[in-house]
């Protein structure tokens, strides 16, 4: 079983920037492709990023494509999303995601992933 735990959420002005961090449990982290997703309220949650096990590929919603970008540290067990030009519709609690599968395609679906942390709230004031 894997934890992941969310952090970096919080308040910005529209145009600002957050850097939110995810940390993994367990010792299988490089393995794994990692994912953010998000969840407005009373919408459903939408893929945002996902990047694969050695960082050699990423994929990004058309919405954020230019504005955010992911990373990890295999070393730290750590997944990151910085996120620059925020907008207001950028509010929602964003989860990271781990697919055990490792899969280079980077999915996109929500059911595609094993893992999922706690959410973290980003509230983007205009």
């Known amino acids: 079983q894997v934890q992941l735990v969310e952090s970096g959420g919080g308040l910005v002005q529209a145009g600002g920037s957050l850097r939110l961090s995810c940390a993994a449990s367990g010792r299988a982290f490089s393995t794994y492709a990692m994912g953010w997703f998000r969840q407005a309220l009373g919408k459903e949650r939408e893929f945002v990023a996902a990047?694969?096990?050695?960082?050699?590929?990423?994929n990004y919603a058309d919405s954020v494509k230019g504005r955010f970008s992911i990373s990890r540290d295999n070393a730290k067990n750590t997944v990151y999303l910085q996120m620059n030009s925020l907008k207001p519709e950028d509010t929602a609690v964003y989860y990271c995601a781990a697919d055990r599968s490792g899969n280079y395609g980077l999915p996109r679906g929500v059911g595609e992933y094993d893992y999922w942390g706690q959410g973290t709230q980003v509230t983007v004031s205009s």
């Open positions: 990047i694969s096990r050695g960082s050699s590929f990423r």
